[in-house]
């Protein structure tokens, strides 16, 4: 009888809570379906809304108001990703002050992000076609051959900057190696996010670093840093240099991180260069934010989208990195040599491969002009001849991090 009795609960207690649930749902969808008709009124002018319409609205207070401003957040977020380029004069008035805050500043630093890449024909990450943005919209990224990519204006406006001793130290988010190609010295730059054509073993102590000719990360990842090659030391493997979101980056070269952290703290004047510095920010050894305002270094910003740091900034100019930093070179009365393939010491830095990874890879080469004779890369005459290698569309870190950190949208029940 007992036995009965507790069959016949435990089926009663099973059937209110199915029960409760259908309730729940059917006032969920009550909720949503009342939440589309208030937002398909606000949509309208208000003299257009029917007397009943209006009544709807002054009943769902709450939810106009969370629909007001969910729209009016959309708006902001929308005028932050919005490129926003300056007068051409105002770009010249502004150029000249920079120019005049590098002259006399003792001690600057350069912090460069994916814009001053873009003219090499390589992506940004947040811009209107950017990578990320792309892919947070479902769509592809457009192949991009990164072997062709050579530095630009701007890497080669900085490295002759820091030849003048009017910049002291470089701090880029990029992975593209293209500062190192600029013939900046390592010793003055910091590449936080790592460099796709350098791979390191860090069984040895002090690390052993290898750079290389092609693109590293094709067989790396997130949390998957082994390139497949060995070290010629000691025989173990070798990784990348590429730090992903969600990782923290430890090797010290090419990061260098120590080198960023002296010279921020050094510096009374920073310039960044196309960076929407939203990871940036998170750094507080760059920023010196500790210290009175009086006694922090001036900050000049160049981007064309909004940045965080915008209101700390003495100087802010909208416009494309290589057009504000010709109009500074002029201002300073320097002449920028053009990239040439022959200067290019990531020819004489390169390590060549064992004859057993030649086949360890299939990226594209970065190969010398024609004509060029460099008896120190012999074997990479050699190797080309065997195998030119593909074209590298995009490698272990091209792309990779996008939907990292990104908060899942509210719904509105």
Known sequence: MATDESATTDIS?????????????????????????????????????????????????????ELRSRKKKNEQLKRKLK????????????????????????????????GISTAASIPDYRGPNGVWTMLQKGQS??????????????????????????????VSQ??????????LPRHALSELHGNMYIEVCTSCSPNVEYIRLFDVTE???????NTSRKCHKCQNGLRDTIVHFGERGTLEQPLNWKGAAEAAAKADVILCLGSS????????????????????????????????KDDFACLKIHGKCDDVMQLVMEDLFLDVPQYDKCNDPIFKLAVPLTENELSSHSRKWIVPSEGINLPENKWLQDTLEADPGEASSSGGWFGRGCSKGQKKKKKLT
């Open 13 to 65: 207690s099973r059937a209110e809570m199915k029960a409760r649930q259908r309730l729940l749902l059917l006032q969920q969808e009550e909720r949503r379906a009342l939440v589309r008709l208030v937002s398909k009124i606000l949509n309208k002018p208000v003299e257009q809304c029917s007397p009943d319409e209006l009544a709807v609205m002054d009943q769902n207070e709450d939810i106009v108001c």
């Open 83 to 114: 490129e926003v380029t300056d007068d051409p004069e105002d770009v010249k008035t502004k150029a000249k002050l920079l120019a005049c805050a590098i002259r006399e500043a003792s001690y600057v630093v350069i912090y460069t992000g994916a």
């Open 141 to 170: 990224i457009r192949s991009t051959d990164l072997s062709e990519a050579e530095p630009t204006f701007t890497h080669m406006a900085i490295a002759k900057l820091h030849q003048e001793k009017l910049v002291q130290h470089v």
């Open 174 to 183: 990029n992975c593209d190696g293209l500062h190192l190609r600029s013939g």
């Open 219 to 225: 067989k790396t990842s997130l949390h998957r840093h």
């Open 277 to 308: 510095l939203k990871v940036l920010k998170k750094y507080p050894c760059l920023w010196n934010m500790n210290r009175p305002p009086c006694r922090r270094p001036k900050l000049y910003i160049v981007n064309l989208q909004w940045t965080p």
